[in-house]
């Protein structure tokens, strides 16, 4: 019977390997009683000769199988070799035509199956990303103010925070001197009820009044004289921030794996649904910054997919009612000190009058005496500008392995879960209920449960 040693030929545990050059031929006899998975075989070597590096060889008369050499013995003049069948070698080809379900694969896998053999750490990994809103229109801070302006309708100025005092103190009463022209601005149809709403924003004025020119501001038919530029009617600035999901490529890309928070001016931190955005190369935040009451939306969209939005106050509602005192009656005292003065008696005319007022159009914000009303309108810019950056933060924080799926692919394979032809395949592959059908019964056996513990592909 002639048998092929490979004496170079070496290769690993459960794989499909076999040589490739063409061995070395000996002719030898079996050793009975015989079995064809496990035979021994007697050679008689020339003297001298010791075949302690013939480890693998092939018989073809035996099926064209491979065995590995268990064991040399020296008997009597004859060299005794004991073999065992290698039979994913011998039935390589049966193998590779065999389709099967592929839990593991080295070279065909789907990283974003998550693997639960890979440890995780206990302390997840912080990361970070930046980006600032665009333009840069954070200032000083200014005023908004939304009137009653010329036939009726409503306009809203920007103006500082002196500008805003001087509007106040010329629509206030502070001594009977200044009765007379409170009066024409009454019937102008100016008075602190006409100011609709006022607040403090984190822009400068040129920022707000979108660029228009100096203007002074008209309270209905009344010109304050106080300058002013008409508002943007909005505000936007934008931030791209690309998303490197702390650094996760693989299935660690999941809410399993990994969370996110944002950091958005004027809301502060947010969550952000991973699964959502995992999709995604960058992230875009557009901020709509409504002037005029201070109010925002902010949308956060990802490039492939997801869509957030946010609103809220960017601004301070400056209560401009507050700094008045007792309007009414402040106003009816007024009129009858700027009467003393002038030596008339209106009687009982004043209060009269001053009803009468009241069921039209009235002034909620005369006041008596001195009264320093810029002092009631500041103090909000300083706290806003600290807090109320135009960044927008990115925290990334991930539960990461002890190794990743790259490293350890090629070592035990990486999830794959599907049917594959296993000759498609490569490097170490795992199956599940693997069935070949090739040699004898306890061969085909063997042969299945190695699939299923993971063989070499070679």
């Not at 200044?178 to 006022?198: K, W, Y």
């Not at 009044?209 to 909005?234: C, E, H, M, Q, R």
């Not at 935040?285 to 002037?291: R, S, W």
């Not at 040699?439 to 190695?450: A, D, F, K, T």
Request: glycine content about 10%; aromatic content about 14%; charged content about 10%.
């Amino acid at each position: 019977m002639e048998i092929v040693f490979y004496p170079a030929f070496n290769k690993r545990q459960n794989s499909t390997k076999i040589p490739t050059d063409g061995g070395q031929s000996f002719s030898g006899e079996m050793v009975e009683p015989f079995d064809m998975t496990a035979p021994s075989v007697r050679f008689s070597f020339p003297a001298g000769f010791a075949p302690y590096s013939y480890g693998f060889c092939f018989i073809n008369s035996l099926g064209g199988r491979y065995y590995h050499v268990t064991e040399w013995t020296y008997e009597s003049g004859f060299w005794i070799a004991s073999l065992v069948c290698d039979v994913l070698a011998s039935f390589r080809d049966d193998i590779f035509n065999t389709s099967a379900f592929i839990i593991y694969s080295a070279s065909n896998y789907n990283q974003l199956v998550p693997d639960a053999r890979l440890s995780t750490y206990a302390t997840p990994v912080h990361s970070q990303q930046v980006a600032n809103l665009s333009p840069g229109i954070w200032g000083g801070g200014c005023y908004a103010v939304t009137v009653l302006g010329k036939g009726g309708g409503t306009q809203t100025y920007v103006l500082s925070y002196s500008a805003l005092g001087d509007l106040i103190d010329a629509m206030s009463i502070a001594d009977a001197s200044e009765f007379q022209d409170q009066m024409q601005q009454l019937f102008a149809g100016a008075s602190i009820n006409a100011i609709l709403t006022a607040c403090w924003i984190p822009f400068d004025i040129n920022t707000a009044g979108g660029g228009n020119p100096d203007t002074t501001i008209f309270i209905a038919n009344w010109n304050s004289g106080v300058t002013a530029k008409y508002a943007a009617l909005t505000v936007q600035a934008k931030a791209t921030i690309p998303l490197n999901f702390g650094g996760a490529d693989d299935f660690r890309k999941s809410s399993m794996y990994l969370s996110a928070e944002l950091w958005l001016p004027f809301i502060g931190k947010t969550a952000l649904p991973i699964d959502e955005i995992s999709g995604c190369s960058s992230l875009e935040v557009a901020y709509t910054f409504d002037v005029s009451t201070a109010n925002f939306i902010a949308i956060i969209s990802g490039n492939n997919g997801g869509r957030f939005s946010y609103s809220g106050k960017f601004g301070h509602t400056i209560p401009i009612s507050a700094i008045s005192v007792n309007p009414l009656q402040g106003a009816i005292d007024t009129a009858t000190a700027a009467a003393s003065v002038a030596h008339l008696n209106f009687g009982g005319a004043v209060s009269s009058a001053f009803d009468a007022f009241q069921n039209f159009s009235f002034p909620t914000a005369s006041t008596v005496g001195s009264v320093d009303s810029k002092a009631l309108i500041g103090g909000f810019n300083s706290s806003y500008n600290a807090f109320f950056a135009g960044q927008v933060v990115l925290d990334w924080y991930l539960i990461s392995t002890v190794t990743t799926p790259q490293e350890v692919a090629p070592v035990i394979g990486y999830p794959l879960g599907q049917v594959r032809r296993i000759g498609s395949l490569s490097g170490y592959v795992q199956t599940v209920q693997a069935s070949v059908a090739a040699g004898l019964e306890s061969e085909n056996v063997q042969i299945n449960s190695l699939l299923d513990g993971g063989v070499y592909l070679e």
